[in-house]
C-alpha cells in the first residue's frame, strides 16, 4: 500500500503533488527547527548590542520643563537648560533654578547631602549662566509647584559660560529690550557698594557706577557653607565683580556664587563734613560726622512690634537726625549695640537726604559706625509744671511717682502704655511708653513706682507728655 503524503503546512493530503495542491507550500525549500532557533538567537544577541552602544552613545534625553504635568508626580526624568538663580545653599540642601527652552517657568532643583559636599569639593557647584544637565526624582505638588530632587553629585553636569565684560546701564538697557546681552548668564563689571539691605537668608547688596546707575547683587549667607569662610564687605568699596545676571521680578540682579570673583580695587572716602555745615549741596552726598550722643528713639513698625529704625540725636537737636534702619542695626556688633545710647562719642557715614524742610543723614549699610561709651543728661526739670508748649520736642528730664496707668487701644497688637508722673510739688505730666517699647522692657513701671525719666516733650491732647526713646531712658528709683 502506497504512504499517503501529506503536506506539512496545511495537513492535507496531496498525493505526493509538490508544491501542495492545497496551499501551495513547498517542502523542499522549508528550515529545521534547529537551525531556524540557532539565527534567532544570534539575531537578538546582535539586536541587544546594538540597544546597549545606542543607550550609551545617545547620552541623556531630557524632558521639557513644560511637559511636566501632575501625573509625572515621583517620575526620574532628566532636564537641560540654563541655571537662572541660586545657589542658595543651607548645611543639608543646595537649590537653583533651572529654565530650558519651552517657556515654562525655571523648575526648582534641590540637591541633598551628601552630593553637596562632592560637589564643593570638586569645584562643580552649578551657577547662574551654567549649562545644566540634571537627572533626579520629580515632586508635582497639588498647587501646581514643581521641584526635581537630586541624591546623587554624579547627576549633575554643569558648564560654566564665560563672562561677558560689560556694565550696569548694559544690562539695564538689555533686560527692558530682551536684546543685546543674553539672559542668565556670567557676567563682569566695576561699581561700588552705596547700601546694603540683609534678609533671614542673604544679604542685598546696592551697587552704584560712576553715572549713579544702580544695580543689586544677591550673596546668599549659604556662601559661608560654600567658602569656609565670609567676606567683609564695606560701604563704598569699589569692587570687580563676575556674578551671574539673574532675575528678580522683572529687575536684574547679580547672584554672586564666590568669594573669589571679588577683587577690591578701591575705597571712595566720604565728604567730611560738620552737623552743622550739612546743607542742600551735599543732598545724596557720602558724607563723614561726628558728634555726641544726645538721644536714640526707638521707631516702630506699623503693624508690628519690630523696631523699624533708630533716630540717633547727635550734638543738639536741631542738627540733622541720623537715621538707622532696623535691619541695618542687627549688623551692629554687640557692643556696638551696648554703646549706642546717650552720652556715645559717635563717628559715622551715611547719606545726607532731605527731610521735610531740613535734612535727615541715613546709616547705611554696611554700617561704617564707631562708638565710644561716654554720658549725657538733659538738665533735670523739678517742677513739671513748668514744661509747656514751648518745649515741644525738647529733652527733658523728669522724676517722680506714678499714680496712674492708661492702656492705649492698638487694635491687634498689644496696648501703648500711658502713665502719670507726679513730682514732688503735687504737679503731673504724662509719660508716653510706646508698645514697642513697653514689650522690651523686663520689668515694666507700675503704679506706685518711683521713677526717673529721660525723653522728648510731646503733646497728648490737652497734656504735655514725656516720651522715652530706649530702655535705658526709664529707671526706678528709690
Not at 234 to 244: C, H, M, P, S
Not at 249 to 272: C, G, K, M, N, R
Amino acid at each position: 500500500m502506497t504512504e499517503e503524503k501529506i503536506c506539512p503546512a496545511c495537513g492535507k493530503p496531496t498525493a505526493g503533488y509538490v508544491p501542495c495542491p492545497h496551499c501551495g507550500a513547498d517542502p523542499k525549500n522549508r528550515m529545521s527547527l534547529k537551525p531556524a532557533m540557532i539565527i534567532c538567537v544570534i539575531a537578538l544577541c546582535l539586536g541587544a548590542v546594538f540597544f546597549v552602544m545606542h543607550v550609551r552613545t545617545a547620552g541623556a534625553q531630557p524632558m521639557l520643563i513644560s511637559d511636566i504635568d501632575r501625573w509625572q508626580d515621583y517620575n526620574y526624568v532628566w532636564i537641560k537648560g540654563t541655571v537662572t538663580s541660586g545657589p542658595t545653599l543651607s548645611p543639608t540642601t543646595l537649590v537653583i533654578y533651572v529654565q530650558d527652552d519651552s517657556g515654562a517657568n525655571p523648575l526648582r532643583v534641590e540637591i541633598y547631602d551628601p552630593a553637596i559636599k562632592t560637589l564643593i569639593a570638586e569645584n562643580r557647584v552649578p551657577t547662574v549662566g551654567a549649562d545644566a544637565t540634571i537627572f533626579g526624582q520629580l515632586r508635582v505638588f497639588i498647587d501646581g509647584s514643581m521641584e526635581l530632587r537630586v541624591s546623587k553629585s554624579s547627576d549633575v553636569t554643569a558648564i560654566k559660560t564665560q563672562a561677558i565684560e560689560t556694565s550696569i546701564p548694559e544690562i539695564l538697557d538689555s533686560w527692558s529690550t530682551r536684546q543685546g546681552l543674553e539672559y542668565y548668564r556670567q557676567v563682569t563689571l566695576e561699581a561700588t557698594i552705596v547700601n546694603l539691605r540683609p534678609l533671614s537668608s542673604a544679604k542685598i547688596y546696592t551697587l552704584e557706577d560712576n553715572s549713579g546707575n544702580t544695580i543689586e547683587m544677591y550673596v546668599h549667607n549659604g556662601l559661608m557653607y560654600l567658602e569656609n569662610k565670609t567676606f567683609d564687605f564695606r560701604l563704598l568699596q569699589r569692587l570687580r565683580i563676575t556674578a551671574g545676571a539673574s532675575n528678580y521680578t522683572t529687575t536684574p540682579q547679580l547672584a554672586l556664587s564666590d568669594y573669589d570673583d571679588i577683587e577690591v580695587i578701591d575705597t571712595q572716602s566720604p565728604i567730611q563734613v560738620s552737623l552743622d555745615n550739612i546743607d542742600s549741596t551735599l543732598v545724596n552726598e557720602f558724607v563723614r560726622v561726628s558728634g555726641k550722643v544726645m538721644f536714640v528713639e526707638m521707631m516702630g513698625e506699623s503693624g508690628s512690634l519690630l523696631a523699624e529704625s533708630y533716630n540717633i540725636w547727635l550734638d543738639n537737636q536741631y542738627n540733622p537726625r541720623v537715621l538707622l534702619d532696623g535691619d541695618v542695626y542687627k549688623l551692629l556688633s554687640d557692643n556696638a549695640r551696648q554703646q549706642l545710647k546717650r552720652g556715645a562719642a559717635a563717628e559715622l557715614t551715611g547719606k545726607v537726604s532731605r527731610y521735610g524742610a531740613t535734612f535727615k543723614i541715613d546709616l547705611l549699610g554696611p554700617p561704617d559706625l564707631s562708638l565710644q561709651s561716654g554720658t549725657y543728661e538733659p538738665p533735670p526739670v523739678e517742677n513739671v509744671a513748668t514744661i509747656g508748649i514751648s518745649n515741644l520736642d525738647n529733652l527733658v528730664k523728669v522724676e517722680g511717682e506714678i499714680i496712674s496707668e492708661e492702656n492705649i487701644f492698638r487694635g491687634l497688637l498689644p496696648s501703648d502704655h500711658e502713665f502719670v508722673l507726679q513730682d514732688m510739688f503735687g504737679n503731673n505730666i504724662k509719660l508716653f511708653v510706646t508698645n514697642t517699647l513697653y514689650e522690651r522692657m523686663s520689668y515694666p513701671p507700675i503704679v506706685g513706682d518711683n521713677v526717673r525719666v529721660v525723653g522728648k516733650v510731646i503733646q497728648r491732647g490737652s497734656w504735655m507728655a514725656v516720651q522715652p526713646g530706649m530702655l535705658s531712658d526709664i529707671e526706678e528709683v528709690s
